[in-house]
């Protein structure tokens, strides 16, 4: 299936499970009708998908914006991508790809009051969907209304 450039794990997951589900019953009826012929699975060690570790979510944010970008897609919903924030844990559920350069990696920083930049390598990364320790699950728009200050 394709992913698309919007794609979580979440949605992703959910696409792959609409199209497994019709492939089962199709397997299962050409099973039934001789339609397929079935092999036996060659003995052998066959690799797990890796656990995903603390450090695996953790934002590096030297890295450039496409690969924390890719992380927080590829952790999205859950186990989700974070980086701290005023000594708190700061999930990021979604970001955008900015075209501003970046000037002070690990920088967040709020523009007006809907917009949430980290700056990483290169670029700078909107933030568009986080969770506070201890609050719920918002858009930054709600996030920056919450907020005193942001610097």
Known sequence: ????????AGTLHDKMMEQGAGL???????????EINLTLQADGDFPHAPKIFTEDCTIDWSKTAQEIHNQIRGLS???????EFRGKKLKV???QLG???SENIG?????GKDKLFAHCADYKLELTDVQLEGKKRMPVRDFINGMQSLT
């Open 1 to 8: 299936t394709s992913i698309l450039p919007e794609d979580n």
């Open 93 to 95: 559920f979604a970001s």
């Open 99 to 101: 075209i501003e350069k």
């Open 24 to 34: 089962v019953i199709k397997s299962l009826e050409q099973i039934c009708t001789g």
């Open 77 to 83: 919903p859950y186990p989700t991508a974070f980086t």
């Open 107 to 111: 920088l967040i920083e709020a523009i």
